[in-house]
């Protein structure tokens, strides 16, 4: 059945891009609602904005929405990464600006506080879409794939000068809590140069050491180093479920991404929908559901860093 929170949780912290005080609290929501965005601060234009891939403003530094009426929330991808990581279906998120806070740089606060407010069953069973033929994108050197599976594998591989990072790839079988096990406390990461231009250029404005793994060349600049070997590779993943998300419903498939980013994981999306051959909706009975992100996930999961 789709799921929503039992009671409110509230997040508050900085912009990774802004650096404005951000106050966020995801409500329950009914049966159906899906996942929005409100603006509190919008008083005389509609402040909804939908978590759904055609409302993506494409960014090649965060996941941004926009609606209708021009009102944009952003670098949504590490909040959305964690209510499918909960399986959490349905919620009304509030927001007081323009970009969630970006607190520690990864997913874990948000897991931790989902989870302490616990999760409420729902009289409406999900629906799943099922992948039925491969669906590929490319820019470039990038690429992002849909592919038939019989439960939710993303595979990624990253490819980066600096050998702080260099060559990374992993695949992981998202079911069974993984995300919460071996992704959700995976940071966000650049390059010291990347930080100089962005800030030059007004971007990055919150990006401190704190928030996010920084590195120079062999260097890892952030303090206590790297949580995991394989961390900046593990956070592209944690991106790439994040973006998945907007999809609306949970993906039966493999994602396979190549040197991808937010663009082209909603390229990806942008291009299935497209081809109603691609895909099928599929309801969910207990086999099917547990094979796809969120359940039996607990606090007892998340990564002691968080």
């Not at 650096?19 to 234009?45: C, N, Q, S």
């Not at 079911?175 to 096990?181: L, T």
Request: aromatic share 4%; with cysteine.
């Amino acid at each position: 059945m789709q799921t929503t929170l039992k009671n409110p949780v509230t997040f508050t912290g900085v912009g990774l891009h802004s650096g404005k005080p951000a106050r966020m609290t995801l409500r329950p929501a009914m049966p159906e609602h899906g996942i929005w965005f409100r603006r509190t601060d919008v008083l005389y234009k509609d402040a909804l904005v939908p978590a759904r891939w055609d409302a993506v403003n494409q960014s090649p530094l965060c996941t941004r929405l926009e609606n209708a009426a021009g009102v944009t929330v952003s670098t949504v991808e590490h909040i959305m990464a964690a209510l499918v990581g909960c399986g959490i279906h349905n919620a009304l998120i509030d927001i007081d600006g323009p970009e969630v806070p970006i607190l520690d740089g990864s997913s874990a606060s948000f897991v931790r506080g989902l989870l302490m407010r616990g999760l409420r069953e729902q009289d409406v069973p999900v629906r799943v879409i099922e992948i039925l033929e491969p669906i590929e994108v490319r820019r470039g050197n990038a690429m992002a794939r849909l592919e038939p599976n019989n439960g939710l594998r993303i595979d990624f591989h990253i490819d980066f000068a600096d050998a702080a990072i260099g060559v990374q790839k992993k695949s992981l079988n998202m079911a069974n809590g993984s995300f919460v096990r071996e992704l959700c406390d995976s940071r966000t990461f650049c390059r010291q140069a990347d930080v100089d231009t962005m800030q030059a250029n007004g971007l990055a404005l919150g990006g401190t050491l704190e928030n996010a793994v920084v590195v120079d060349g062999d260097k890892v600049l952030s303090p206590g180093g790297l949580r995991h070997s394989d961390e900046a590779v593990r956070h592209k993943m944690l991106d790439a479920l994040g973006d998945l998300a907007l999809a609306g419903a949970p993906i039966l498939g493999r994602y396979i991404g190549q040197r991808a980013g937010h663009a082209l994981t909603n390229d990806l999306l942008r291009a299935l929908f497209a081809n109603p051959d691609a895909f099928r909706m599929v309801v969910c009975d207990r086999d099917l559901m547990a094979r796809l992100p969120g359940v039996g996930v607990h606090l007892g999961e998340i990564p002691a860093v968080a």
